[in-house]
Antibody, heavy 120, light 107 residues
Framework: QVKLLQSGAALVKPGASVKMSCKAS????????VSWVKQSHGKSLEWIGE????????NFNEKFKGKATLTVDKSTSTAYMELSRLTSEDSAIYYC?????????????WGQGVMVTVSS | DIQMTQSPASLSASLEEIVTITCQAS??????LAWYQQKPGKSPQLLIYDATSLADGVPSRFSGSRSGTQYSLKISRLQVEDIGSYYC?????????FGAGTKLELK
């Protein structure tokens, strides 16, 4: 069955960076885009951006350009997101999810989420 | 960016009741709309895509409809396992935006 297994919670200091992972299983990793979605505490969802595992091509929400860096390791079917220059506004749960290559931006499977807390 | 205005923000309903949640898009998005359910402490789950198509494994009491730029999610007979938050999402153009959410509780 399809699974997206994300790394554990992170406590990071303001100004630092954090890198999280999302390991895919149960499907062909290169057949789907991997997207990342932010959910601030008790609030709604924001699409950050996506990466195509086969080529490494990325598309971003303008709001997150310069904040998020997306990469993949095809050999381990793992996607990564690094967030830089962290502030309290970056404290949130971050989900990885997938969508089809056809350009239908519907997210059918989600990781369990990574809680990032930015605090000194 | 396309704004998705979702209402109501919260809703209290009884078991077996019909529940309707709506989302208004700020511009034409055609049928490029999805609905998600999120239970407390869990990840979102896709319920409806293409405005009216039921995702795999989703009970038939859930349905989606469209009238122009207004979209609706209907739960025909509320069950206890339907309690949680619901979000609409436009899949028309980058950035793919979500509604603010509807928190559904049992009366």
């Amino acid at each position: 069955q399809v699974k997206l297994l994300q790394s554990g919670a992170a406590l990071v200091k303001p100004g630092a960076s954090v890198k999280m992972s999302c390991k895919a299983s149960g499907y062909t990793f290169t057949d789907y885009w991997v997207s990342w979605v932010k959910q601030s505490h008790g609030k709604s969802l924001e699409w950050i951006g996506e990466i195509y595992p086969n080529s490494g091509a990325t598309n971003f929400n303008e709001k997150f350009k310069g904040k998020a860096t997306l990469t993949v390791d095809k050999s381990t079917s793992t996607a990564y997101m690094e967030l830089s220059r962290l502030t309290s506004e970056d404290s949130a749960i971050y989900y990885c999810t997938r969508s089809e290559l056809t350009g239908d931006y519907y997210f059918d499977y989600w990781g369990q989420g990574v809680m990032v807390t930015v605090s000194s | 960016d396309i704004q998705m205005t979702q209402s109501p923000a919260s809703l209290s309903a009884s078991l077996e009741e019909i529940v309707t949640i709506t989302c208004q898009a700020s511009q034409d998005i055609g049928n490029w709309l999805a609905w998600y359910q999120q239970k407390p402490g869990k990840s979102p789950q896709l319920l409806i895509y293409d405005a009216t198509s039921l995702a795999d494994g989703v009970p038939s009491r859930f349905s989606g409809s469209r009238s122009g730029t207004q979209y609706s999610l209907k739960i025909s007979r509320l069950q206890v396992e339907d309690i949680g938050s619901y979000y609409c999402q436009q899949a028309h153009s980058n950035p793919y935006t979500f509604g603010a959410g509807t928190k559904l509780e049992l009366k």
